[in-house]
């Protein structure tokens, strides 16, 4: 099976005016392409052009194959069921309907594969691990938890082969062995071109190329994240030296300036005290007078335009170089005494208590009970200054601006208020943005930011899945932000990564069954 997709000068805007991207070009053909950016880049755009949901305003699209899509977000609030989701509801219903005798003519025209549907069915199940009990292809799909959910539309894939595979965020909501399935699959599974969209870091290292939206505009580099990494700070070490280069240049056209004037100055006033003086004729004085002062507008305006030259170099190379909005914190607030009590709870024959500026990461079989458990160390804790980002960034208020959303969790002034906004990235006019109308990116800054700088500051920190959906930049600035953080700090999720790079101290491992929970607490490193 052979799959391509090409974008000969795509670009798409939207009615309001609004342009996201314009002239991207490139062709994939039966690779595994990572397709990054930062939230609000224009991914999801770009991934319903090529599946044909959008249309471009600008340029082709063209796709060979047909193409099997897993979304994002997979809704489980419907009345859908585990047959829905893999597709095959309609083909059981007329199997269903031949072997009672009230075949329709359209179900007589069912095909030898078509009478194995649900034997296939359960055997992509199986192999994606998710469990087969009899009555699983009816299992409504509001009982499932978002991993189990991901991995059925995994299934879902590779039940019917694609020539064109699209993989949303595939690793949001996999406990660590779904995780190691799907990059088993990744690496084995799909025939033909499989472009991914994820901020996962393992996953983007199985990838063949990848492509890089930022600023409107479509890059590719050739190999996995790290090899897309290497290019990168060779590029910034590039830029960077020319922006050094470029401000010496101009130091040195400013000092030839400065120079050149005194120069001038000197021979003007020499002309003037010679005519002063009347040393010379006073046609000559004259002239050397008019003289000076032609060579005087002269010098300025050619050092000038070196300056203004100079002064467009820098500007050019500083466009160069890239800056991702930083965060930069002091957080001594949040510190808490070494052997200080901060949460009490009882699991199991077990009793969990958190002392202290402890790292820990809570982790587990998707549904086990990992937000359950959560939520009781929330209610147990033994101070009230408790910080909670939950998996979804719904601590704005859509309705208020940035700045009025920090206003209602701090007593600082406007003035303070916007300092710190500023460590997070936020400058000028953009505090007064309505949180409805932040990019995701920008909406997870302002959500940190409202947890970690509210007063009094958080001693415990409790995050559920914090890096869902978080592009690669704003999965760094929370990194930062952690890094800075001196309190307690309980996080659940897969994301070894992250657990390494915030110094993980202890690990809760959950097992068994919701019902039944078992918890083994065990220190780290």
Do not use: C
């Not at 292809?137 to 938890?145: I, K, N």
């Amino acid at each position: 099976m052979s799959g391509t997709v090409r974008l000969s000068e795509v670009g798409f805007g939207w009615p309001d005016g609004e342009r996201v991207f314009g002239g991207l070009d490139g062709t994939w053909t039966d690779q595994r392409v990572g397709l990054i950016g930062a939230n609000g880049s224009g991914k999801t755009t770009l991934l319903r052009l090529i599946t044909g949901e959008l249309a471009p305003t600008e340029g082709a699209v063209t796709v060979t194959g047909r193409i099997a899509v897993l979304p994002q977000t997979i809704a489980t609030v419907d009345r859908r069921t585990v047959a829905d989701l893999l597709q095959i509801a309609p083909v059981r219903a007329a199997t269903g309907r031949v072997l009672a005798g009230r075949a329709t003519p359209a179900d007589l025209e069912l095909s030898a594969d078509d009478w194995q549907v649900e034997d296939r069915a359960l055997a992509e199940l199986a192999r994606v691990g998710v469990p087969t009990p009899p009555g699983i292809l009816d299992r409504p799909l509001d009982t499932l938890s978002g991993g189990e959910a991901t991995m059925i539309g995994i299934a879902a894939t590779l039940l019917r082969p694609a020539e064109v595979t699209v993989l949303d965020e595939p690793t949001n909501n996999l406990d660590r062995a779904a995780r190691e399935r799907l990059f088993q699959l990744v690496t084995e599974a799909w025939p033909g071109l499989l472009i991914i969209v994820s901020h996962d870091r393992e996953l983007l290292e199985l990838v063949d190329a990848i492509a890089e939206l930022q600023d409107g505009r479509l890059r590719q580099f050739g190999g996995p994240l790290s090899a897309y990494r290497a290019a990168l700070a060779g590029e910034q070490e590039v830029a960077e030296r020319a922006v050094r280069d470029a401000r010496a240049v101009l130091r040195r056209e400013h000092r030839q300036l400065v120079d050149a004037q005194v120069a001038l100055a000197r021979r003007q006033r020499y002309a003037k005290t010679d005519y002063a003086n009347k040393r010379r004729p006073k046609v000559i004085m004259k002239l050397r007078a008019q003289e000076a002062e032609i060579s005087a507008g002269k010098y300025r305006l050619l050092h000038e335009g070196k300056l203004d030259e100079a002064r467009d170099e820098v500007r050019q190379a500083e466009s160069r170089v890239r800056e991702d909005p930083a965060i930069r914190l002091d957080l001594p607030g949040t510190e808490v005494p070494e052997r200080a009590r901060l949460a009490e709870l009882a699991v199991g024959d077990r009793t969990l208590i958190i002392r202290g500026p402890e790292r820990i990461a809570v982790t587990g079989a998707n549904g086990i009970g990992k937000t359950t458990l959560l939520s009781r160390l929330a209610q147990s804790a033994a101070t009230d200054r408790i910080g909670w980002l939950p998996q979804r960034l719904d601590l704005l208020d859509d309705e208020l601006t940035l700045l009025q959303n920090l206003a209602a969790v701090t007593t600082a002034d406007d003035h303070e208020i916007r300092a710190r906004l500023a460590r997070f990235g936020f400058r000028g006019e953009t505090v007064q943005r309505r949180a409805a109308m932040l990019s995701g990116g920008e909406r997870f800054r302002g959500t940190l930011a409202t947890l970690l700088l509210q007063q009094p500051p958080p001693q415990l920190l409790i995050m559920d899945e914090p890096t869902n959906n978080l592009d690669l930049t704003s999965v760094e600035q929370l990194i930062t932000g952690l890094t800075d953080y001196r309190g307690a700090l309980v996080v659940a999720g897969h994301d070894h990564d992250l657990f390494d790079a915030i110094g993980i101290t202890r690990r809760w491992q959950l097992t068994g069954t919701p019902d039944r929970l078992r918890l083994e607490d065990r220190p780290v490193g």
